[in-house]
C-alpha cells in the first residue's frame, strides 16, 4: 500500500536558518507549505526597502525570497492586532530590550500549529538551535515553547533535533532522523557552509535577526512613547514610523520626525495628512513630522531644528513652512539652529 505523502508547515523568517531547515525537510520528499507572521516589527521588507543608502543591496521580503528559492507556497498572516497582547504584557518577560523572545515564538508556534490542524497537514518545524538565541533558543527553554504552544511533539526542529528526544514525524517514520542535525551555539560557520553545498547565494545576513524589538535604539523610541502617551498601547503606523527617520523631542509635549535621506522622505509624505509637519522651502531637505501638542510660541523653534539639517544649514536664513493638519500654512525665514545647539538629550 502507498503511503500517503507527508504535509509539513514551515515558520520561514527569511532568515538562513528557516532556509536551510525548510530544504532539510524538503529532500525528505515531504510536501512543504511555509507561514511568515506578519507583527509589523520586523526590518526585512519594509524599513529596508525605504532608505536608499544600501543601493547596491536588493530591496525585497526575505520570507518571499526564500519561498522562491525552495520553490514553494508562502502564506503571509497578518498578526498585529493579536500581537499586541505579547509585546505589551509578556509572562516571560522582555529580553534585553522590549523582545518577548519566549512569549514569541510560542505565539508563533501556537498560531502555525492551529494552522496545521484547519489546513489538513501533519506537523510543523522551524529553523531554530540550541543556544543561538539567548532567551527562546536555550535548550532548557525549547521544551516551554513545544508545551505552551500545544505543539508537543508535531514540533521539530531539523537543524538541531538530535540534541532532543525524537518527535513523532521521525517515530513515525515520516522523517529520517539521521538526515537531521545536532547544531548549537551561536557560530554560523555550519550554515553557511550549508548554503554553499546547497548553492544558495545572497541570504539574508544570520546574525542580529529581523526583530526590531531587539534594537537598544528602538526600544528606546518606543518606551518613549509609552511614557509620553501614559500607556503602553500602539498600532501599526506608531510601530512604522518608529522606524524611520531621526526622533528629537526638544519639548515634552511633540517631537520631531526627521527624514535622514530621499527614501525616508517619500515614505513620509504617506503621513502629511495624518500630521502637522514642516518642509524645507529654499533648500533641499527633510520633511518633519510633528509627533504631540506643539505649542504657537515653539514652532520657529521647531524650524530653526528642522533648518539645521538642511541643505542650508550654515547659510544665514533658510525658509520652512509650517503645515498643521487643518488651518493655514506659516512660513518662516529662519536662522538654523547651529549645530553645537542641537541638545544631546532630545534624541530619542
Keep these: 500500500m502507498t503511503q500517503p ?19 532539510l525537510i524538503l529532500d525528505q520528499g515531504i510536501h512543504v507549505e ?62 534585553q530590550n522590549i523582545n518577548p523572545c519566549l512569549d514569541c515564538k510560542i505565539f508563533m508556534v501556537k498560531k502555525a500549529f492551529e494552522w496545521m490542524h484547519e489546513n489538513d497537514f501533519d506537523f510543523i518545524f522551524t529553523g531554530e538551535v540550541v543556544g543561538q538565541r539567548p532567551k527562546s533558543q ?30 513523532l514525524p521521525e517515530r513515525e517514520g515520516w522523517i529520517d532522523r539521521d538526515k537531521l542535525l545536532n547544531l548549537s551555539g551561536r557560530s554560523r560557520k555550519p550554515q553557511i557552509a550549508m548554503a554553499k553545498d546547497y548553492n544558495f547565494e545572497d541570504f539574508a545576513q544570520p546574525s542580529g535577526g529581523c526583530c526590531v524589538l531587539t534594537d537598544p535604539s528602538y526600544s ?56 502637522p509637519h514642516m518642509r524645507i522651502q529654499s533648500h533641499v531637505g527633510p520633511l518633519s513630522l510633528i509627533e504631540g501638542d506643539i505649542p504657537d510660541d515653539d514652532l520657529e523653534y521647531a524650524a530653526s531644528i528642522c533648518a539645521r539639517f538642511s ?9 520652512v513652512t509650517y503645515h498643521p493638519v487643518d488651518g493655514y500654512v506659516q512660513e518662516f525665514v529662519i536662522t538654523p539652529m547651529p549645530t553645537d545647539d542641537i541638545n544631546q538629550a532630545w534624541y530619542i
Design 5 to 23: 505523502i507527508r504535509k509539513a508547515v514551515s515558520l520561514l523568517s527569511g532568515g538562513l536558518d528557516s532556509l536551510l531547515a525548510t530544504k
Design 34 to 95: 511555509a507561514i511568515n507572521f506578519y507583527t509589523g516589527f520586523c526590518h526585512s521588507g519594509h524599513t529596508s526597502g525605504i532608505r536608499n543608502n544600501k543601493k547596491s543591496k536588493p530591496k525585497r521580503n526575505d520570507a518571499l525570497w526564500s519561498a522562491e528559492q525552495l520553490g514553494i507556497k508562502l502564506h503571509i498572516i497578518d498578526i498585529v492586532d493579536d500581537y499586541k497582547d505579547i509585546v505589551i504584557n509578556p509572562k516571560y518577560g522582555y529580553g
Design 138 to 167: 536555550r535548550k532548557e527553554t525549547m521544551p516551554i515553547v513545544s508545551k505552551r504552544s500545544g505543539a508537543e511533539d508535531r514540533l521539530l526542529r531539523p537543524l538541531c533535533a538530535k540534541l532532543f528526544e525524537p518527535t
Design 220 to 275: 528606546i523610541k518606543l518606551q518613549d512613547m509609552w511614557q509620553t502617551r501614559g500607556e503602553k498601547n500602539y498600532d501599526l503606523d506608531d510601530i512604522i514610523l518608529l522606524k524611520v527617520g531621526r526622533h528629537l523631542r526638544p519639548n515634552p509635549n511633540y517631537k520631531l520626525i526627521i527624514g535622514r535621506e530621499e527614501g525616508e522622505n517619500n515614505f513620509m509624505e504617506g503621513y502629511r495628512k495624518q500630521f
Design 311 to 319: 541643505a542650508g544649514r550654515n547659510d544665514p536664513t533658510v525658509t
